[in-house]
């Protein structure tokens, strides 16, 4: 961020807080997006034992990104047709490696 400026009305300074409560709260909500989108990426990389075992372990992984990226849009911290947009794709790479 540059230089903050400085403000000098009493609802300026609630208004500064408020942004930099809610720019955290969306840089964590962000973040826990990305870091379930890693996980479940790096579980369809790494190769398993039998096809039951991938499904097993990515399924799971597969509903908790779902979950996330939809609260995600939910609260407009990414838009709701990204987040539908990773979901089917996501999905699509899940189905074809526990099918294929």
Known sequence: MA???TVRHK???KAARQALK???RNRAALSQVKTSV???RSALTE???SKADLSKKLIPLL???QKT???AAQKKIIKRETAARKIAR???AVHQATHA
Request: charged share 20%.
């Open 63 to 65: 509903n908790h990104v």
């Open 3 to 5: 230089a903050k400026k």
């Open 47 to 49: 190769k398993a034992g």
């Open 38 to 40: 890693k996980n479940l």
């Open 11 to 13: 609802s300026a300074l």
């Open 69 to 71: 990226l939809m609260t």
């Open 22 to 24: 809610r720019q955290g």
């Open 90 to 92: 996501l999905s699509q």
